[in-house]
């Protein structure tokens, strides 16, 4: 015969523990901000769609879309395309090339690497990070050619210093969500920090480094084009030249290099990240 007592626990029901109440934003509120965020936008802005969506609009659109046809296919034309396109693609490459040392010297003390890491510079890094990307890669390029003259060293000078900001505020975050297991096992033996960051932490990050990098890359093909507007070299300097004399023909060949250009980059990237990811 079973004693009273534990007759009486196994008759009692088992109570669930209390839920941990939840201190962020609910989801619903937040929803409900934004979408009276996109009303207000929507309502504050002068969106004439009915002029837009006219016939006299879509007849006049029409017209401008058929004078680039046939594009220009002449084997001159088609080799200047040619070496812009290759400054294009150089400058990107060079200038994300550029941005990822810089930004990886910066994340480095931008970034707190364990809970007693004290990150003295962490937020003078930072802030440096947060001015070079806000200054957008046309207003460092019109600095830059002040300087450096018209030409590619500028663009590529505008994207590097744009893209350090970028990816260095990146890199910095993903050095401080690295797992922090194998650091805090070689820490516990004595191993030196800047051991620990070569053999712990950055075998942990670098794939996630890698692929940031590859994809400022595709968004810097798209940035260095228009970087070529304000002079600084390549397909968008073409365009810019060939447009405002309304060459439509040879501006259409222009706009079909560029897509293929960013077609042929964001095809490499997406594959490198894949092989990297595996």
Not at 32 to 57: G, H, I
Not at 73 to 102: D, H, N, P, Q, Y
Not at 159 to 169: E, K, N, Q, S
Not at 234 to 248: A, K, P, T, V
Request: charged share 15%.
């Amino acid at each position: 015969m079973k004693p009273v007592h534990h007759m009486k626990a196994a008759s009692q029901p088992l109570r669930l523990p209390a839920r941990p109440r939840d201190s962020g934003l609910p989801g619903w509120l937040f929803a409900t901000l934004l979408l009276a965020l996109v009303a207000a936008s929507f309502l504050s802005l002068d969106l004439q769609w009915a002029q837009f969506l006219s016939r006299d609009a879509m007849e006049r659109m029409g017209g401008f879309l058929a004078e680039f046809y046939p594009p220009e296919l002449g084997t001159i034309f088609l080799r200047k395309v040619a070496v812009g396109a290759w400054e294009t693609l150089a400058m990107s490459a060079l200038g994300t090339l550029l941005a990822s040392l810089a930004g990886l010297a910066l994340a480095l003390p931008a970034a707190r690497l364990h809970g007693q890491d004290r990150a003295r510079a962490r937020g003078a890094c930072r802030l440096l990070l947060n001015a070079l990307r806000s200054i957008p890669e046309l207003v460092w390029a019109a600095l830059l050619l002040i300087s450096a003259g018209l030409g590619p060293f500028a663009g590529t000078l505008a994207l590097a210093l744009h893209t350090t900001g970028v990816l260095g505020r990146l890199f910095a975050e993903a050095l401080e969500n690295a797992p922090p297991g194998p650091a805090a096992a070689l820490r516990l033996q004595g191993v030196g920090e800047g051991r620990i960051l070569l053999w712990a932490t950055l075998p942990q990050v670098l794939p996630q480094l890698l692929s940031y990098a590859l994809y400022r890359w595709e968004n810097n093909i798209r940035a260095a084009t228009v970087l070529g507007v304000v002079g600084a070299g390549g397909l968008g300097q073409l365009l810019s030249f060939h447009l405002g004399l309304f060459h439509m023909p040879r501006t259409a060949t222009l706009l079909l290099a560029m897509l293929a250009l960013v077609l042929l980059v964001d095809t490499g990237s997406l594959l490198t990240r894949r092989l990297l990811t595996r």
